[in-house]
């Protein structure tokens, strides 16, 4: 079986892990692989735009460590959007040391993410001891990872070998991994989603290395099943209506894809 040439709905089938599951049920549902990166920096934005773009989107993505006014509130009024409007919370918080000290931030500090975040990023650096210290914290909650296999930025580090060795700490930990943040078709295992950042249409960079392509390209030629999007959907003058253009671009994409 083909990650590229299976329908999410399938897909659902080839996984006992909640998260993914769950997930693949609301794209297929929703039809949207379309995440938001809500990148802004005050709560009450993070919000509005939640509510903007909650009926198109599958996930929603957060650095909640740049909202200046942080409160517990906010992330208690952030789930009840995500439940209304069916879609997870995935903070990208890209956990890269030893299994204790993850552990530690993941489930104390100001944040607590794993009281409210379904998804969070690690980096594969420290091995598998990353994962396993964060699912250490899980204490029966749903709840996984995507590792960061490979970056969009210009210079990335992220090589062949890396890319490898990230594969093989998602295969050897997939009761927690549910996949990874790549630019390329890095695993044809049906059960890994591969999340896709650096897309927007009209626009190839940022002036701080950021390299984007559109949504078409991401899913038909790099093999994204989801694409990650930020100002190209928060910069817009009309995010409700950018949010439904890429998810209907990315998700067109995803169906030629299947049937090609
Ligand atoms: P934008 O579409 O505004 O460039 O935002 C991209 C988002 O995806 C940012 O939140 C960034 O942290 C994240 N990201 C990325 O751009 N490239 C990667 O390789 C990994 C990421 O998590």
């Not at 909650?54 to 929603?60: A, F, H, K």
């Not at 740049?66 to 952030?78: A, C, G, K, P, R």
């Not at 002036?207 to 984007?212: I, K, N, P, T």
């Not at 994204?224 to 009309?238: E, F, L, N, P």
Request: net charge negative; aromatic share 8%.
């Amino acid at each position: 079986m083909d990650r590229l040439k299976c329908t999410f709905e399938s897909r659902e089938s080839t996984t006992v892990q909640p998260v993914s599951r769950k997930l693949f049920n609301i794209m297929s549902a929703k039809q949207s692989n379309l995440c938001v990166a809500a990148d802004v920096t005050k709560s009450a934005e993070l919000l509005s735009l939640a509510e903007k773009v909650g009926p198109y989107i599958c996930l929603l993505k957060t650095h909640i460590d740049i909202l200046s006014d942080f409160s517990t509130e906010v992330v208690e009024e952030l789930k009840n959007i995500a439940v209304k409007h069916n879609f997870l919370i995935f903070e990208d918080r890209k956990f890269g040391d030893i299994g204790n000290t993850v552990a530690t931030q993941y489930s104390g500090g100001p944040f607590n993410i794993v009281d409210w975040a379904d998804l969070v990023t690690v980096h594969g650096l420290p091995g598998d001891g990353v994962i396993k210290g964060l699912g250490s914290c899980a204490s029966g909650q749903p709840r996984g990872c995507i590792i960061v296999s490979q970056m969009s930025s210009s210079g990335t580090l992220t090589s062949d070998e890396y890319i490898k060795g990230c594969c093989k700490m998602a295969e050897e930990n997939a009761h927690f991994v549910i996949g990874f943040v790549a630019q390329s078709n890095i695993s044809k295992d049906p059960r890994f989603i591969v999340f896709t950042p650096g897309v927007q249409s009209g626009c190839t960079s940022d002036v701080l290395g950021q390299q984007y392509v559109t949504p078409r390209a991401a899913v038909l030629e790099r093999g994204a099943d989801v694409v990650i999007v930020g100002r190209g959907i928060t910069k817009s003058d009309d995010p409700c209506s950018a949010a439904k253009h890429y998810k209907e671009e990315a998700f067109k994409a995803y169906q030629e894809r299947i049937t090609s």
